[in-house]
Nanobody, 115 residues
Framework: QVQLVESGGGLVQAGGSLRLSCAAS????????MGWYRQAPGKQRELVAF???????NYADSVKGRFTISGDNAKNTVYLQMNSLKPEDTDAYYC?????????WGQGTQVTVYS
């Protein structure tokens, strides 16, 4: 079983920055990739950023140039640095781990951007 613990969400003014963290723990798991998703009430969860174990990344068009995903393999942790935040970035953000023995989700962390 794998547990994902997210942190770093909060309330920030438009133009500001936040850094989300997601730490994976458990036994007998290997990470193929990790990703950050976000979801607004009543809407589908959407991919924000994705990083493979080799370091390659993908981003949603809406966050390119503003968000950066990175990982620390030694700590089994993935980060999402969010700069130049906009009110439309307000959502619950979820971490996802793509493992060799299955996929796992974190519990989510709320990001609220006010103008």
């Amino acid at each position: 079983q794998v547990q994902l613990v997210e942190s770093g969400g909060g309330l920030v003014q438009a133009g500001g920055s936040l850094r989300l963290s997601c730490a994976a723990s458990g036994s007998r798991f290997s990470i193929n990739a990790m990703g950050w998703y976000r979801q607004a009430p009543g809407k589908q969860r959407e991919l924000v950023a994705f990083i493979r174990s080799g370091g390659s990344t993908n981003y949603a068009d809406s966050v390119k140039g503003r968000f950066t995903i990175s990982g620390d393999n030694a700590k089994n942790t993935v980060y999402l640095q969010m700069n130049s935040l906009k009110p439309e970035d307000t959502d619950a953000y979820y971490c996802r781990l793509y493992g060799t023995n299955g996929d796992y989700w974190g519990q989510g962390t709320q990001v609220t951007v006010y103008s």
